[in-house]
Nanobody, 120 residues
C-alpha cells in the first residue's frame, strides 16, 4: 500500500514563512510528478506548484517568486517552501504524486491535507 503523509502546516502572520513536507511510503518503484494544490473555503482546488522527477518546476502565477517546490528522490519526499505569505494563501494544502509500485501499477495519490492559515 502506498500513501502520502503531509506535515508542516499551521498559523503564521502575513509576511511569514512555512515549509510543508510530503512523504511517500510503501511499495514504491518510482515517483513521477509531485505537486502541491490548495483549496480555500468556497473555492475549487487549485494548482500551486509541481516538480518532475528530473527537477523541472511549474508554479501558479499567484505564488511565483514566493514559493519554492523541491524534492528529495532518495527520501520520496517533496517540499513546499512558502515565503512572504499573504492572507489569501490561507487554504488546505494537499500534496499529490504519480507513483508506480513494484507491480507496475500506477497510482495518482493525494495526501490528507494540511491547513495553512495566514493572519493579517
Amino acid at each position: 500500500q502506498v500513501q502520502l503523509v503531509e506535515s508542516g502546516g499551521g498559523l503564521v502572520q502575513a509576511g511569514g514563512s512555512l515549509r510543508l513536507s510530503c512523504a511517500a511510503s510503501g511499495s514504491i518503484r518510482s515517483i513521477n510528478i509531485m505537486g502541491w494544490y490548495r483549496q480555500a473555503p468556497g473555492k475549487q482546488r487549485e494548482l500551486v506548484a509541481t516538480i518532475t522527477s528530473g527537477g523541472g518546476t511549474n508554479y501558479a502565477d499567484s505564488v511565483k517568486g514566493r514559493f519554492t517546490i523541491s524534492r528529495d528522490n532518495a527520501k520520496n519526499t517533496s517540499y513546499l517552501q512558502m515565503m512572504s505569505l499573504k492572507p489569501e494563501d490561507t487554504a488546505v494544502y494537499y500534496c499529490n504524486a504519480g507513483i508506480r509500485n513494484w507491480d507496475y501499477n500506477l497510482y495518482n495519490l493525494w495526501g490528507q491535507g494540511t491547513q495553512v492559515t495566514v493572519s493579517s
